[in-house]
Nanobody, 124 residues
Framework: QVELVESGGGLVQAGGSLKLSCKFSGRTFSNYGMGWFRQAPGNEREFVGAIAWNDDITRYADSVKGRFTISRDNAKETVWLQMNSLKPEDTAVYYC?????????????????WGQGTQVTVSS
């Protein structure tokens, strides 16, 4: 069974940065594509970004492109989401997800495992 544990959320002022971490355990990490999603109160969960198994292929939502960066280290079984130039509209609970597929996957319904989420709050 795969377990995902996110950390790194918090309160930051607009224009600031945060780096979220997601620690993977339970299976072979390099067999899994990883994604980050977020959900704000009253909104549906939305795609933020995703990374293929080998760190070479990433995809981002238009709303975060150029500001957020996903990376992974297969030896550490960890994926990160570096968030720069944060805006109040980035406020949400952020979730990492894993899919037993080496490719980039952007559809949340295709992911097999989810973390518990970490709150990110950006003040104006």
């Amino acid at each position: 069974q795969v377990e995902l544990v996110e950390s790194g959320g918090g309160l930051v002022q607009a224009g600031g940065s945060l780096k979220l971490s997601c620690k993977f355990s339970g299976r072979t990490f390099s067999n899994y594509g990883m994604g980050w999603f977020r959900q704000a109160p009253g909104n549906e969960r939305e795609f933020v970004g995703a990374i293929a198994w080998n760190d070479d292929i990433t995809r981002y939502a238009d709303s975060v492109k150029g500001r957020f960066t996903i990376s992974r280290d297969n030896a550490k079984e960890t994926v990160w989401l570096q968030m720069n130039s944060l805006k109040p509209e980035d406020t949400a609970v952020y979730y990492c997800a894993a899919r037993n597929d080496i490719r980039v996957v952007m559809n949340d319904r295709l992911y097999d495992y989810w973390g518990q989420g970490t709150q990110v709050t950006v003040s104006s």
